[in-house]
Antibody, heavy 120, light 106 residues
């Protein structure tokens, strides 16, 4: 059974950085793109970027303007989302997703979400 | 970026109703259009991929159609568990973008 298990909720102060994780299991981790989707409170979904753990090929949403770093450690089947210079507006639920196949594939599995709260 | 416009933004319906949600991208995306359902406090779930493909395990009352710049999600006979928010998403070009969502209410 395919599973994406994310790290727990985080509370951070403005200006800090954080890294959240997403561990994949039940499939060949290095053969599927993993992505990140943000959902601010009461709002819609925003695609942040994706990584192919097999070779660490990464595609980011230009709107992140360098604040977002996506990485993966294939030895432990885990992808990471790093956010720097946090602002209150980064308060959101962050989901990792698996793409079914190559680029242009649907997000067929979702992690349970990691709630990030940024507050002074 | 490709803008995705869903309509309506919200919809009131009853059990047994037939419901259609529309998604219109700002440019042609061929059939690279997926639909997701999200219930409160839960992660979204894939319903329809590539405009009309039914994801495994999804009831057949859900269907999708369209190509290019005009897509629809249809629920043929609403069930109580279908009351949720629905999102379309294009995977034609990066950055992938979502519609603003359609909240389906009783």
């Amino acid at each position: 059974e395919v599973q994406l298990v994310q790290s727990g909720a985080e509370v951070k102060k403005p200006g800090e950085s954080l890294r959240i994780s997403c561990k994949g299991s039940g499939y060949t981790f290095t053969s599927s793109w993993i992505g990140w989707v943000r959902q601010m409170p009461g709002k819609g979904l925003e695609w942040m970027g994706i990584i192919y753990p097999g070779d660490s090929d990464t595609r980011n949403n230009p709107s992140s303007q360098g604040q977002v770093t996506i990485s993966a450690d294939k030895s432990i089947s885990t992808a990471y989302l790093q956010l720097s210079s946090l602002k209150a507006s980064d308060t959101a639920m962050y989901y990792c997703v698996r793409l079914r196949g190559w680029l242009q594939s649907p997000f067929d599995y979702w992690g349970q979400g990691t709630l990030v709260t940024v507050s002074s | 970026d490709i803008q995705m416009t869903q309509s309506p933004s919200s919809l009131s319906a009853s059990v047994g109703d037939r419901v259609t949600i529309t998604c219109r991208p700002s440019q042609s995306i061929s059939s690279y259009l997926d639909w997701y359902q999200q219930k409160p406090g839960k992660a979204p779930k894939l319903l329809i991929y590539a405009a009309s493909g039914l994801q495994s395990g999804v009831p057949s009352r859900f269907s999708g159609s369209g190509s290019g710049t005009d897509f629809t999600l249809t629920i043929s006979s609403l069930q109580p568990e279908d009351f949720a928010t629905y999102y379309c998403q294009q995977s034609y070009s990066i950055p992938y973008t979502f519609g603003q969502g359609t909240k389906l209410e009783i």
